[in-house]
């Protein structure tokens, strides 16, 4: 991506737990940069409506098994299939809100116990390395308690206890973790200064390659 010195977009991630408010938050954001000027674009993994994407969704409704080792690589080349659509965002000067990356992608598998921290990382590396992560932190008792948690795989406290701390693993200087228990519209106004701050940023650095 050397050539993407001059005015580009920032690319954005919003991670955390399952039902923490990722996609109510980044939706929210869209439009908070979009009416502040910033042209800004929503886009979320699992990306279900591509073929790897239609799989991913029958693993996780339960319609379909798979083993640890491919369900990991689907969720990879779920990424690698949406970088030209990145790309082409990033240099066309678009804002991207990302609602779970590369860090989700780790964090979930890791936790499975089978699968290792560098045979996870491999198929990541390379990768668009965002600009910003936003980490929604919350303790995942929280989470049982609202309505949508315990139908797909992965809703479970146990399991979500051990993505948190292989989330917290995965911490860079570019993260920054955001108190999720607390009203929306407050967890929503740090979100949009980060993302403004990073946003000013941005222009004139190369988009970085992730892990690599
Ligand atoms: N998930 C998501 C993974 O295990 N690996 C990944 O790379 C990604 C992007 O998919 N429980 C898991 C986390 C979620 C599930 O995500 C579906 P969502 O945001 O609920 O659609």
Redesign the pocket.
């Known amino acids: 991506f050397a050539n993407m010195l001059a005015k580009r977009g920032a690319l954005i991630v919003i991670e955390g737990l399952?039902q923490v408010g990722k996609t109510s938050q980044a939706t929210n954001l869209v439009e908070k940069l979009k009416q502040l000027g910033h042209p800004a674009q929503f886009m979320?993994?699992?990306e279900r409506s591509t073929p790897v994407g239609k799989m991913i969704g029958e693993y996780?409704t339960r319609s379909k098994d798979l083993s640890d080792e491919a369900i990991h690589l689907l969720?990879t080349a779920n990424r690698w299939e949406l970088v030209p659509v990145i790309k082409q965002h990033l240099r066309d000067g678009t804002n991207l809100v990302v609602?779970?990356y590369s860090f989700?992608?780790m964090a979930?598998?890791v936790s499975k116990k089978g699968l290792n921290m560098s045979w996870c990382k491999g198929p990541e590396v390379g990768l668009p390395r965002p600009d910003l992560v936003l980490f929604l932190d919350i303790h995942p008792s929280r989470l049982t308690e609202r309505e949508a948690f315990g139908q797909?795989r992965?809703?479970d406290l146990k399991f979500q206890e051990a993505v948190r701390e292989n989330f917290k693993a995965l911490t860079e200087d570019y993260w920054q973790v955001v108190n999720a228990d607390r009203p929306f519209s407050e967890v929503g106004q740090d979100l949009l200064e980060a993302a403004i701050r990073t946003i000013e940023s941005v222009p004139g650095k190369p988009v970085l390659r992730l892990w690599a």
């Open positions: 399952d979320g993994f699992p996780l969720f609602d779970r989700s992608g979930y598998s797909e992965y809703e």
